[in-house]
């Protein structure tokens, strides 16, 4: 049985009162989670690298892939104090090397997400790490280009999740780990 773990508490707390709102963005209907007050404020970004510092230093981990472009923001800074490989997961057309790409679906059409050929080694331990989980679909995607490049995903963390939405559901098959959750 894979672990959902969701952190809560005073981290929780801090960072509901930092991130924004910001209604019918990017259409009408839907209630944008943004970020960049965490960012903006250092105590509260500090913390947020301080907590995925502390859950995964004593872990197995080869390597991060970030997902773009958020997920960048959180995983660099981790990236660097653990002292491993960070890689990206770019949409369709944006990385400039050899690429593989795996396409999800969207609640109208399809996306798809690469990577780059060379970025995840056989039989490395892989931690994924977004800014926010809602459907699942890119995390998902994430998670099986990282197979099929030979490596194992240890977990897919988030800052925000989306609880309402079927993302966990969408990543059964892996551990996940948010900090903040939306009912």
Known sequence: MKQHTHVGGELEQYLLQAIRDVPDFPKPGIVFKDITPILSDPIAFRQVTKFFLERYQRKTIDSIVAIESRGFLFAAPLA???GIPLHL?????KLPYSTIEESYSLEYGTAAIEMHTDAVKDKH??????DLLATGGTASATAKLVERLGGTVTECAFVIELAFLPGRKQLAD????SVVRYE
């Open 89 to 93: 997961a770019r949409k369709k057309g």
């Open 174 to 177: 892996y551990d996940v780990c």
């Open 80 to 82: 660097h104090q653990l």
């Open 125 to 130: 331990r892989v931690l994924i790490i977004d």
